[in-house]
């Protein structure tokens, strides 16, 4: 019954985001007054940003298509909207968490019931991150940015190598996670890091690969990350920061539409490929995720200090 439930928020937040972005849509394109960044009235803007849409939709495939095996897509659709010169970089942050809202709504929908995994662990695990995002984002923002990501890359490097030792068999790690429940010690655990996780989403300490180790770790299946980490960033997009971003109306109203839509293509070619492989080569290609996201954290440790 909970696995339904969880299915049915994420039909809810789509529809409730959908809605909210076509009615923004006509309120946006009705202006008549010239926009004071861009010189355009609504419509003019509306006929520009549409001139993108072929090169968008398929920054939302590709990019959406890395986001459901843990790669993320915001620094990735970031950097195609510059060299593509689609977005216009005063709109990118409101794009992404527009345009990005329904497909990881819809990688949720997907992976609830990916693996049998116990309601229990499941829910307790997404509750926790939803609450240290909401609980703890004006403690988190003011940590310094530079310090947390030099942890996070150490973090990540240590996780990642202990992964493949468990799936090479090498050392005293054991062998690959299959356990799909969590009690006692372990499952504190699991939600007490959640909620740490879901605070740090504050200061872009991305949730996927960290939860990917968590719950290997912890000696789950690999697989049981997947339903963890998207329901917890769908739940706090679709009822948090899409909305949010919405009503604020900077944004592209035509990349948004493109990201929406080619992204949830992206999504669902990801999970037919995930869904299809061996749990070895699955938690393999879950190391190599944790490896490329430690590896971003030191980049921006490195390049960009303390900076927001």
């Known amino acids: 019954m909970s696995l339904y439930i969880l299915k049915g928020l994420c039909i809810v937040g789509i529809v409730f985001n959908l809605f909210l972005m076509y009615r923004k849509m006509k309120e946006l394109r ?45 620094a990735g659709s970031s950097a195609a909207f510059k060299i593509g010169k689609s977005v216009d970089d005063i709109n990118v942050p409101g794009t992404l968490n527009v345009g990005d809202t329904v497909p990881v709504l819809f990688e949720a929908f997907l992976f ?37 990501r030099i942890a996070m ?56 690969a960290p939860c990917m180790a968590l ?30 971003f919405i009503k604020e109306g900077r944004y592209d109203m035509a990349a948004s539409w493109m990201q929406a839509f080619g992204g949830a293509i992206g999504v669902f070619i990801a999970y037919k ?7 070895k080569i699955l938690t393999i290609i879950v190391v190599c995720v944790v490896y490329v996201t430690a590896a971003m954290f030191l980049h921006d440790a490195i390049k960009k200090g303390s900076a927001a």
């Open 273 to 279: 490929f995930v869904s299809s492989i061996p749990l």
């Open 112 to 148: 609830f019931g990916f693996v049998d995994l116990d309601t229990l662990t499941l829910v307790s695990m997404i509750v926790a991150s939803v609450l240290g995002s909401i609980l703890m984002a004006g403690v988190v923002s003011k940590l310094d940015r530079k310090h947390v």
């Open 153 to 208: 890359f150490i973090g990540l490097a240590i996780l990642g190598t202990v992964m493949l030792c468990k799936v090479l068999e090498v050392g005293p790690f054991g062998s690959i996670g299959t356990a799909l429940k969590l009690t006692g010690v372990k499952l504190i655990i699991a939600v007490v890091v959640n909620f740490v996780l879901g605070a740090l989403m504050s200061v872009g300490v991305g949730l996927y």
């Open 215 to 244: 719950c290997s770790l912890l000696g789950l299946n690999v697989g049981a990350a997947f339903p963890v980490m998207m329901g917890s960033c769908a739940f706090l997009m679709a009822f948090g920061n899409g909305p949010k």
């Open 30 to 74: 009705a202006v008549t007054e010239p926009d004071p960044v861009f010189g355009l009235t609504g419509e003019e803007l509306w006929q520009q940003q549409k001139k993108h849409n072929v090169f968008n939709f398929i920054v939302g495939v590709i990019m959406n298509f890395g986001d459901t095996l843990g790669i993320g897509s915001f």
